[in-house]
Structure formats: structure tokens, C-alpha cells
């Protein structure tokens, strides 16, 4: 489970399992280190909790050692804080003409400070549904999210391709679940729920669920919504549609430890982020997840030269992602599946016709996200299929 010498690894499970290490935002912390497989850490809290062996294997779980990213490592580098504020926060846009907010350099870390809420932070607790669903209203052609943005790479070049690395996201106090009336079409029932309704929720930071109700407890999963560049061409687009540009890809995994890698296709790549996520389902079928807020969210960038690839892809520490969007969700799937055939015949060194196969008996592909325009596939390449040695030398960029 982590990146040290076997001597080291007891004392530092020893020490994870303590009560002060078995807080929530300490599991996160620790889940971002290097060293550390965070995924691994989260399972084996787990089956603590519980009160079973704490060394217990998961099915999941990476092999000790191993990183959330089998790509090289890059050293932490400058932190540039991005407050959230009305010269650097637009309601639903990514836009290529925005002057960058800042110009960094690989390696360096991002920290955005106290993010907004959708609609320019006009998302708070008493807000009600139908105020919500004139909001959307009054803004055509633009997305619901606060888009922060946009930051410039150096060096960074179409051709290339941006890692970029979840380090901390820290959520505000509440988020809300909401889906619109019918009329707006928005989720994918929109028919059959005439009304507007909108539900928030109490959320600490430093716990590892949030009530749904006295009964039920979700598991506090806090990642960006939307994250990528600017888009091909010059003219800006709505947030909801996610596209080979990243933008509103609502994929649950991009949690503490994971990292996204997402294609450049301007001069400086022009990184833009917004739509906090507290927690989300698969297929994000009535339109929300928990929407929240970050009090601060840390994303390290790696810049990739020459990769060249077309879609974005993301990692966790068990598996490879390939994504996959557009308005025809079988045309997303052939997409993500054409994205993991790609990977495996390139990174895996498999023929085509073996990485078709292996595709169909070891890749699940799911639904991202079902409601924003644009349908989302992800293909989950699970890591624990491939040998040790073999698995080592395969990585996204």
C-alpha cells in the first residue's frame, strides 16, 4: 500500500490507523503523497473501521508500492493561489481570448481559494427551485458553473498534453442536489418531474460521509466537475458540453490522488476549472451531484511534450481511464473504446486485435455523465491485470 521500504510500511499503517490519522481529511492529505496508493489507504480504512484485520486484501487494491500515476513524478514546484472573484470567475464559458489569470511553469501547483457556487455563487441555502430554474433561464447559451480561468502553461503547445494532478480539494459547508422543471428539459427524466425541487446538504470537510437522511450515508467523494483547457478554435463555449477539451466531464474518480491528462490545443493550453462536486453518482441522471464549493482545491501541472493524444484520459491508483463524449452516447462509447484500443496498442504493446479483446473481457465502460448535451463514457483499464514489471512500463504520457 505505500511507496516505502518494508521496515517503514508497518510503522506508517500503524500510524494511519490511529484516531488522529483516521480522519477523513487526513486519509486525503496522506492519499495525495507520492509514496502513498490513496485508493488502497481509503480500503484499508475501511475494513478497520469495520473492526476487521487491518492488512486484509482488497480486489481493488494496488500492489505495494505503486503510485496513483505510473507516470514519472515531477517535483512540487511554485504555488499560485487563484482567489475567486469577479476579474477572475466567468458564469459558463470557457474561453480562449481571456488573458490568463497566471503563466506557470511544469511541475508548479495551483491552489484555488474559496470557489464559487454555480451562478456566479448565487447558490446558497434557501435558494429556491424555481428561482434556480430562472437563473438557467437568464443565461442562454452559457453553463450554470462559476468557471475559474484560465491558467497558462510555458512551453505548453498543441501536440502536447497537461497532467494535471489532484493534490487537496477541501469542500465548503453544504452543497445542493437539484433538477429543474420539466419545461427546461434538463435531466433525464425531465418529463416525468413537472416541478422543480432542490434539496441541500449540511457537509463537513473532515468527515467521510454526508446524511441523505438519518438512514443513509454517502460517501464524502469531493472532485472538479468541470476541468480541461480552451477548446479548438477562438470563439467560447458553454460549460455543459464536455468535449476532447475536458470541460464538464463530471467523472467521480478525479478525487484526491488522481490525475487528469487532457490534450492541448492552444498555445499555453489555458487550464479553466469550476463545478465542485461534494460527491456524484455514475450517469448523473437528474441533472446534479452534491454542488458545492471548494474552501481550496491543489492541482499540480505536468506538462507533456509531444504525447499527442486526442481525448483526455485519467488515472487513479487501480486503474487507467479513457473518456469518451458526444451528443450520440453509442458514438461516446466508440470513442472511449477507440481511446483504450489506442492505449493498449500503444502503451501495452498489445496488436489491435488483442487490444479489442482484452477490452471486452477486462474493461468496464460506464456512464460518466448522461445530462449535459454531450453523454460521457469512461472506459475503467483495471492496473492489477498486468504483471508488476509489465505494468511499470506502461503509463498515459
Avoid at 5 to 15: M, V, W
Avoid at 44 to 64: E, F, I, M, Q
Avoid at 173 to 180: E, I, L, R, V
Avoid at 319 to 338: F, K, T, V
Wanted: some cysteine; charged content about 20%.
Amino acid at each position: 500500500m505505500f511507496g516505502c521500504s518494508d521496515d517503514a510500511a508497518p510503522a506508517r499503517l500503524d500510524r494511519a490507523t490511529t484516531a488522529h490519522e483516521a480522519s477523513a481529511a487526513r486519509r486525503r492529505e496522506l492519499a495525495a503523497a507520492d509514496g502513498i496508493d490513496g485508493e488502497s489507504l481509503a480500503q484499508h480504512y475501511d475494513v478497520w473501521r469495520s473492526g476487521d484485520d487491518p492488512l486484509a486484501s482488497t480486489p481493488d487494491a494496488s500492489p505495494p508500492g505503486e503510485a496513483s500515476s505510473t507516470s514519472a513524478p515531477v517535483p512540487l514546484g511554485r504555488e499560485h493561489r487563484i482567489p475567486s472573484d469577479a476579474q477572475t470567475v466567468v458564469q459558463g464559458l470557457f474561453d480562449p481570448g481571456r488573458p490568463p489569470l497566471a503563466t506557470i511553469d511544469s511541475g508548479d501547483v495551483i491552489v484555488y481559494e474559496n470557489t464559487w457556487t454555480h451562478f456566479l455563487n448565487r447558490l446558497q441555502p434557501g435558494v429556491g427551485a424555481a428561482e434556480l430554474s430562472a437563473l438557467r433561464r437568464e443565461n442562454p447559451g452559457r453553463g450554470v458553473h462559476s468557471i475559474i480561468g484560465p491558467i497558462a502553461v510555458r512551453g505548453a503547445m498543441p501536440g502536447d498534453v497537461l497532467q494535471l494532478r489532484m493534490l487537496r480539494l477541501e469542500t465548503i459547508d453544504f452543497g445542493a442536489n437539484f433538477h429543474n422543471d420539466g419545461a427546461l428539459g434538463t435531466g433525464v427524466l425531465h418529463d416525468e418531474f413537472e416541478a422543480g425541487r432542490v434539496r441541500y446538504f449540511e457537509i463537513d470537510p473532515h468527515d467521510a460521509f454526508v446524511a441523505f437522511n438519518d438512514r443513509i450515508r454517502l460517501a464524502l467523494r469531493p472532485f472538479q466537475g468541470t476541468l480541461g483547457v480552451a477548446p479548438p478554435g477562438d470563439t467560447a463555449v458553454s460549460s455543459v458540453a464536455p468535449g476532447a477539451f475536458g470541460g464538464n466531464i463530471d467523472l467521480r474518480e478525479l478525487t484526491v490522488g488522481a490525475s487528469l491528462f487532457v490534450p492541448v490545443f492552444h498555445p499555453g493550453g489555458l487550464i479553466f476549472t469550476g463545478d465542485s462536486h461534494a460527491l456524484q453518482g455514475d450517469g448523473e441522471v437528474n441533472i446534479t451531484a452534491i454542488e458545492t464549493a471548494m474552501r481550496e482545491a491543489r492541482v499540480q501541472v505536468i506538462l507533456h511534450q509531444q504525447v499527442d493524444w486526442s481525448w483526455p484520459f485519467a488515472e487513479t491508483s487501480t486503474h487507467w481511464i479513457a473518456l469518451g463524449s458526444d451528443a450520440n452516447l453509442h458514438e461516446a462509447l466508440r470513442i472511449a473504446l477507440r481511446q483504450t484500443i489506442a492505449f493498449l496498442q500503444r502503451r501495452a504493446q498489445l496488436s489491435r486485435d488483442d487490444a479489442y479483446s482484452l477490452a471486452s473481457l477486462a474493461v468496464d465502460f460506464r456512464f460518466t455523465q448522461i445530462v449535459n448535451v454531450a453523454a460521457g463514457v469512461h472506459a475503467m483499464i483495471p492496473k492489477a491485470i498486468f504483471a508488476p514489471d509489465y505494468r511499470r512500463t506502461i503509463a498515459i504520457a
